[in-house]
């Protein structure tokens, strides 16, 4: 299937107004502490950039990085999640906040949590720019939520359709081309 950006869902300036906020909201809950930002790749790539440099400088950030695959080619979840690169920290004992792209069916965020929380930290939240509630297949909690979005593909920001669109500033939906 090939696919053709549609129109604009969410502005670069609402991105920006609504990730600075959510800094303020995550400098004010973990004053004093030390958080690991775990940024889930790729997509959640441009989003932690931003969020990290909107948490204030009394909150003890560091970075670790998580790659899952939850879809083939397709864009529907299959249902399989797999870690293909795993944190290189260990987080027992810390204050870890999980940033994600987006939340569809909720499988990839359900994995993440069962093997984060395994792995016994001081807290895990999570942190996710999009939100498609409409598409949820299990619940899973989201302690900080950028913008609830309907039941569309989604691209720009970090997110991609086989890889392509990832570098636009703003967030857009797709549509298939008929070929
Ligand atoms: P689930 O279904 O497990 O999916 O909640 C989460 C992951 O699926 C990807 N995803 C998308 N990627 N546009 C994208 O570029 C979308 O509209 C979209 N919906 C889901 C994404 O990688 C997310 O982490
Ligand atoms: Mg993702």
Known sequence: MRYEIDSILVREDQIRDRV??????ISELYRGKSLVMVGILKGAVMFLSDLARAVDKDVD???DFMSVSSYGKSTESSGVVRIVKD???DIRGK??????????????????????NHR???????CALLDKPERRKV???INFRGFVIPDAFVVGYGLDAG????HLPSIWSVRPVQD
């Open 20 to 25: 600075s906020v959510i800094g303020r909201d």
């Open 61 to 63: 950030v560091s970075f």
């Open 87 to 89: 944190l290189d920290s």
């Open 95 to 116: 204050d870890v906040l999980i940033v994600e792209d987006i939340v569809d069916s909720g499988l990839t965020l359900s994995y993440l949590l069962q093997v984060l």
């Open 120 to 126: 016994e930290p001081a807290s895990l939240s999570v």
């Open 139 to 141: 619940q899973v909690p």
């Open 163 to 166: 890889g392509r669109w990832r």
